[in-house]
C-alpha cells in the first residue's frame, strides 16, 4: 500500500530546531521527488520546500531559505525536513507528498499526490 508518514513534530520554542521526517513506502523514494507543505489554521496551504527526484534539485520557500533543509535517504526510504531558526509563525501542520516530475521541482501543491497524514508543530515560548 502506497503511504507517506510524517513524525517528528511537536512543541519548541523560538529559535530552536525540529527534523521532520515523511517514510515511505509501497513505493522507492529514489522514482520520486518529494515536497514539505504546511497549512496553519485560518490559512491556506502554503509549500515549504522540495527535493527532486535525482536528490540533486531543491527549493526553498522565502520564508524558510537559510533555516530549513531538505533531504533524502534513499537507502532509508524516507524524506526529511531539518529546520532550524524556528519562528512562531512556522506553526502549522506539516504535510509531505510526492510528485512524478521528472527533473528539478516545485513549490506548486497541484503537481503532487499521495500526500501524508501532517505533522503538528508548534513554535511558542
Known amino acids: 500500500q502506497l503511504q507517506l508518514v510524517e513524525s517528528g513534530g511537536g512543541l519548541v520554542q523560538p529559535g530552536g530546531s525540529l527534523r521532520l521526517s515523511c517514510a515511505a513506502s509501497?513505493?522507492?523514494?529514489?522514482?520520486?521527488?518529494i515536497g514539505w507543505f504546511r497549512q496553519a489554521p485560518g490559512k491556506e496551504r502554503e509549500a515549504v520546500s522540495c527535493?527532486?527526484?535525482?536528490?540533486?534539485?531543491?527549493n526553498y520557500a522565502d520564508s524558510v531559505k537559510g533555516r530549513f533543509a531538505i533531504s533524502k535517504d534513499n537507502a532509508k526510504n524516507t524524506a526529511y525536513l531539518q529546520m532550524n531558526g524556528l519562528k512562531p509563525e512556522d506553526t502549522a501542520v506539516y504535510y509531505c507528498a510526492r510528485t512524478n516530475v521528472p527533473y528539478g521541482c516545485m513549490l506548486d501543491g497541484n503537481k503532487y499526490n499521495n500526500w501524508g497524514q501532517g505533522t503538528q508543530v508548534t513554535v511558542s515560548s
Open positions: 509501497g513505493f522507492t523514494l529514489d522514482a520520486y521527488g
Open positions: 527535493i527532486s527526484r535525482s536528490g540533486r534539485a531543491t
